[in-house]
């Protein structure tokens, strides 16, 4: 069993740490650095100097935590917008916003799966129209099918439009 005397010296030591507590400022010098100091800075600082709180937490000794500060209610002074409401969202408001959500996955997926379609078919065009203007270009004879169903043999006007025509569907499928 401890004595008394050592029992009353551990109250004093743990009653003395709880109710000291020093003014203390944080401050940035003139050349950059960060101090802490418990006297308040000279004015010549940078920024303004803070105050740090050094009040022991709730339930350390005889002291008691500072006040919480009252949140704001209404309007959000910064950006004019309600503030959020700390009422607990009911299961039909659970349920809407899953289904947003997933509405939402389901909307990317799709516009994925579309853009895909479209790159599929581009590479496809330049492909083909790449393909087309280097037989065009070779200069051997190329021979087409007409609207009658009838083949011809392309002359020089008629190829130098056919490559045009390659060249700007390549231009356009080919990025």
């Given at each position: 069993?401890?004595?008394?005397?050592?029992?009353?010296?551990?109250?004093?030591?743990?009653?003395?740490?709880?109710?000291?507590?020093?003014?203390?400022?944080?401050?940035?010098d003139?050349?950059?650095?960060?101090?802490?100091?418990?006297?308040?800075?000279?004015?010549?600082?940078?920024?303004?100097?803070?105050?740090?709180?050094?009040?022991?937490?709730?339930?350390?000794?005889?002291a008691?935590?500072?006040?919480?500060?009252?949140?704001?209610?209404?309007?959000?002074?910064?950006?004019?917008?309600?503030?959020?409401?700390?009422?607990?969202k009911?299961?039909?408001?659970?349920n809407?916003?899953?289904?947003?959500?997933?509405?939402?996955?389901?909307?990317?997926?799709?516009?994925?799966?579309?853009?895909?379609?479209?790159?599929?078919?581009?590479?496809?065009?330049?492909?083909?129209?790449?393909?087309?203007?280097?037989?065009?270009?070779?200069?051997?004879?190329?021979?087409?099918?007409?609207?009658?169903?009838e083949?011809?043999?392309?002359?020089?006007?008629?190829?130098?439009?056919?490559?045009?025509?390659?060249?700007?569907?390549?231009?356009?499928?080919?990025?």
């Amino acid at each position: 069993m401890k004595s008394p005397i050592q029992l009353f010296i551990a109250l004093a030591v743990l009653l003395a740490a709880a109710t000291v507590t020093a003014q203390v400022y944080k401050w940035i010098d003139k050349d950059g650095k960060v101090q802490y100091t418990d006297t308040p800075p000279p004015i010549d600082v940078k920024g303004a100097p803070k105050k740090i709180d050094t009040r022991p937490a709730a339930g350390v000794g005889s002291a008691a935590a500072p006040p919480a500060a009252p949140a704001a209610a209404g309007k959000d002074a910064a950006k004019g917008k309600d503030a959020p409401s700390n009422k607990p969202k009911t299961l039909a408001d659970l349920n809407k916003e899953s289904e947003k959500r997933r509405a939402g996955a389901v909307e990317a997926e799709k516009k994925a799966a579309d853009q895909a379609r479209v790159d599929k078919g581009n590479q496809e065009r330049c492909k083909e129209a790449t393909r087309y203007y280097r037989d065009l270009e070779t200069g051997r004879p190329f021979a087409t099918t007409d609207d009658a169903g009838e083949r011809k043999l392309l002359d020089d006007a008629s190829r130098a439009a056919e490559m045009s025509r390659a060249k700007a569907a390549m231009t356009e499928s080919c990025k």
